[in-house]
């Protein structure tokens, strides 16, 4: 089993269709699908629509709506019941809006194509595509049901699709997220969980130059909050905390001001750190609260929880690498990120995935933003061939 004899042709032949490949993402790529564009994510999801479904005659294909907004996900079915099942996941938004200069492809060199979500994430779905196109060939093919999820908010944060997720972990044990592997191959081992919170301070608006000021300033109080929450994760190992933007007092600076407001992104690297983070940040305001004639409240929430890393993961992980080396590949290594996706939610949901499995990917969501041409293909490789364990049943996930 485990030598590159036993790699199925249609599997070996990924590489001869490189070309074509990039083709198609260049062609995706031009057709702007911001997440606020919602004619262009239309166009987006009719090209995925067509190619998904001339490459899967057999296949059902939904349209399921989202909460709040009229953008709609892409779902793509084939064989239901077989007695295996794995969801394949990937976004179609970007972060260029309509208005965003970068629009257009580039080639900085022979290996590289540069644009507008060429890595986060259509780059994903076309290995995706092409993955599934070779396992299809495959012989034992049969004994696998698969679906892929498609979404269009990914971006800002999927709260239109996060029930989508919820339902389809319950017809799921595993998932591939089809999000960009790191610049040096590396898959995504973990996440940490994103939160935003606002912090928002009231004193008392006085004369500057009256003394003894009768006086309550917002801004020094708030500051002095700030100056702690932006330590606690020296305190609290796998938290982060960035005091993202602030705001207060007026343009008559001859006033205490009474008024500031700060918003602070979190992020936590286990949901376990959720609660003792919260309990610091509450603690930090209130010696403040204490004081005669402050009020400092937070309000906010988390967003995506962390995606930690289980057995499932692990053992998923150890077979794409072994795939890797059986197809004569450096094996990838994994790596935590600071950054959510829809990996996370499928994790809350309860479904275990190995996520960063798409092309190799750098410069996301700037101008500068490139994908390896070759790993289209060789990442749809190693997709291919664990699916063809997976359907075996020789994943132990
Ligand atoms: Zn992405």
């Given at each position: 089993m485990s030598n590159a004899l036993s790699v199925p042709a249609a599997i070996a032949a990924l590489p001869t269709r490189t070309g074509e490949l990039t083709a198609m993402l260049e062609s995706w790529a031009h057709i702007n699908s911001g997440s606020g564009h919602l004619a262009g994510l239309e166009r987006m999801r009719g090209a995925l629509r067509a190619e998904f479904s001339r490459a899967f005659p057999a296949a059902l294909i939904e349209e399921p709506a989202l909460e709040g907004t009229s953008a709609r996900a892409l779902r793509v079915r084939l064989?239901?019941?077989?007695p295996r099942q794995i969801l394949l996941n990937g976004h179609?938004?970007?972060?260029?809006?309509?208005?965003?200069?970068?629009?257009t492809c580039s080639r900085p060199d022979a290996h590289t194509l540069r644009g507008p979500g060429v890595a986060d994430m259509k780059g994903g779905l076309v290995v995706m595509l092409a993955a599934l196109q070779a396992f299809e060939?495959?012989?034992?093919?049969?004994?696998l049901g698969w679906e892929i999820l498609v979404t269009p908010d990914e971006e800002t944060g999927s709260h239109g699709s996060a029930p989508l997720f919820i339902e389809a972990a319950t017809r799921h044990s595993f998932a591939l997220v089809f999000e960009p592997a790191r610049p040096t191959g590396d898959l995504v081992r973990s996440r940490m969980g994103t939160g935003s919170f606002t912090a928002t301070c009231r004193g008392r608006a006085a004369h500057a130059a009256q003394v003894p000021s009768p006086g309550r300033n917002a801004i020094l109080a708030l500051a002095e909050f700030l100056l702690a929450a932006a330590k606690l994760p020296a305190e609290l190992p796998g938290v982060l905390v960035n005091i993202g933007n602030i705001r207060g007092g007026s343009a008559a600076t001859n006033v205490v001001p009474d008024f500031a407001q700060s918003e602070l992104d979190v992020r936590i690297t286990r949901i376990a750190d959720r609660a003792p983070l919260m309990a610091r940040l509450r603690a930090l305001t209130e010696p403040i609260n204490a004081r005669e004639g402050f009020s400092l409240e937070i309000a906010g929430s988390f967003n995506r929880p962390p995606k930690e890393c289980g057995p499932a993961e692990e053992a998923a992980f150890a077979a794409w690498q072994q795939a890797a080396r059986d197809l004569g590949q450096t094996p990838p290594g994994w790596v935590h990120s600071g950054g959510g996706s829809d990996g996370n939610l499928l994790f809350a949901a309860g479904l275990p995935n190995l996520d960063g499995v798409g092309p190799l990917g750098d410069a996301l969501h700037s101008d500068r933003e490139n994908v390896v041409i070759a790993s289209l293909a060789s990442r749809a490789q190693i997709a291919a061939l664990f699916l063809t364990r997976y359907a075996a049943g020789d994943v132990g996930c």
């Amino acid at each position: 089993m485990s030598n590159a004899l036993s790699v199925p042709a249609a599997i070996a032949a990924l590489p001869t269709r490189t070309g074509e490949l990039t083709a198609m993402l260049e062609s995706w790529a031009h057709i702007n699908s911001g997440s606020g564009h919602l004619a262009g994510l239309e166009r987006m999801r009719g090209a995925l629509r067509a190619e998904f479904s001339r490459a899967f005659p057999a296949a059902l294909i939904e349209e399921p709506a989202l909460e709040g907004t009229s953008a709609r996900a892409l779902r793509v079915r084939l064989r239901p019941s077989a007695p295996r099942q794995i969801l394949l996941n990937g976004h179609y938004d970007t972060v260029y809006e309509a208005a965003d200069p970068f629009q257009t492809c580039s080639r900085p060199d022979a290996h590289t194509l540069r644009g507008p979500g060429v890595a986060d994430m259509k780059g994903g779905l076309v290995v995706m595509l092409a993955a599934l196109q070779a396992f299809e060939q495959t012989p034992g093919a049969s004994a696998l049901g698969w679906e892929i999820l498609v979404t269009p908010d990914e971006e800002t944060g999927s709260h239109g699709s996060a029930p989508l997720f919820i339902e389809a972990a319950t017809r799921h044990s595993f998932a591939l997220v089809f999000e960009p592997a790191r610049p040096t191959g590396d898959l995504v081992r973990s996440r940490m969980g994103t939160g935003s919170f606002t912090a928002t301070c009231r004193g008392r608006a006085a004369h500057a130059a009256q003394v003894p000021s009768p006086g309550r300033n917002a801004i020094l109080a708030l500051a002095e909050f700030l100056l702690a929450a932006a330590k606690l994760p020296a305190e609290l190992p796998g938290v982060l905390v960035n005091i993202g933007n602030i705001r207060g007092g007026s343009a008559a600076t001859n006033v205490v001001p009474d008024f500031a407001q700060s918003e602070l992104d979190v992020r936590i690297t286990r949901i376990a750190d959720r609660a003792p983070l919260m309990a610091r940040l509450r603690a930090l305001t209130e010696p403040i609260n204490a004081r005669e004639g402050f009020s400092l409240e937070i309000a906010g929430s988390f967003n995506r929880p962390p995606k930690e890393c289980g057995p499932a993961e692990e053992a998923a992980f150890a077979a794409w690498q072994q795939a890797a080396r059986d197809l004569g590949q450096t094996p990838p290594g994994w790596v935590h990120s600071g950054g959510g996706s829809d990996g996370n939610l499928l994790f809350a949901a309860g479904l275990p995935n190995l996520d960063g499995v798409g092309p190799l990917g750098d410069a996301l969501h700037s101008d500068r933003e490139n994908v390896v041409i070759a790993s289209l293909a060789s990442r749809a490789q190693i997709a291919a061939l664990f699916l063809t364990r997976y359907a075996a049943g020789d994943v132990g996930c």
